[in-house]
Every structure is written in C-alpha cells, then in structure tokens.
C-alpha cells in the first residue's frame, strides 16, 4: 500500500483533501492511504509521498523536505481543500510512479484513462 501524508499550513484543509482522496483513490481500484497533516508535523525519517498544497511550498519547506530525503510532491495551484481533488490525485500517482517506480499498473492504467 502507498502512503500519502497530505500537508497543508495548519492541517484544517488537508483533512477534507485527504477524505476525498481517498474516496477517489478507491474508485480508481487504488489501495492507498491517505492522512492529513501540518507541515512542521512530518517527521524526518518519513517514507510516505508527502503531498503538499502549493500555498505552503515555501522555498525553505521543500528545501527541508529535499535535504532529509522526504520524497513529496506539490500540488497543482487548482487544489484547494477538496476543490481540486482529481487533480491532486492525478498529481500524486503521476509522482509516485515515476518517482518510485512503483509497479501499480492498476494506477498507470487509470491515470492513461483518464479515470483518475
């Protein structure tokens, strides 16, 4: 199972983002996990995608993120809460596939389809 954290400033929108990530994870046959957090809330260590809204990709946070090897990815500006939320998928399974080179077909065969 892939692990998303979805982070956000406080972790208030990430909430409703993650919910319907997961909602949309699992109409596409996806069985991955999503959790919402703050973003000074990701430990260094973390193996999870780290998927972080673009208001909160400062510079110095992806620079943190990068120099202890977090593997994230920042969402597309259309992602606001739950406002965008295909989108963000999209954005994550595009990442975790070419990123980790995660053998989902599953995911790569919904996402050429369009059904994510």
């Given amino acids: 199972m892939t692990e998303v954290v979805v982070v956000c400033a406080a972790g208030a929108s990430s909430t409703f983002l993650a919910r319907r990530l997961t909602e949309l994870a699992s109409a596409a046959g996806l069985s991955w996990s999503f959790t919402p957090a703050p973003v000074d809330s990701i430990p260094d260590d973390s ?3 780290v998927a972080i ?22 969402l597309p ?14 954005a994550i399974v595009t990442f975790a596939t070419d990123a980790n080179g995660l053998a989902d077909s599953v995911a ?9």
Avoid: C, M, N
């Fill in 47 to 49: 193996t999870a995608v």
């Fill in 53 to 74: 809204t673009s208001h909160v990709a400062t510079p110095e946070v992806l620079d943190s993120f990068t120099s202890h090897g977090i593997r994230h990815v920042v």
């Fill in 77 to 90: 500006d259309t992602v606001r809460g739950v406002f965008g939320a295909e989108d963000a998928l999209t």
């Fill in 108 to 116: 790569h065969s919904r996402l050429a389809k369009g059904a994510i």
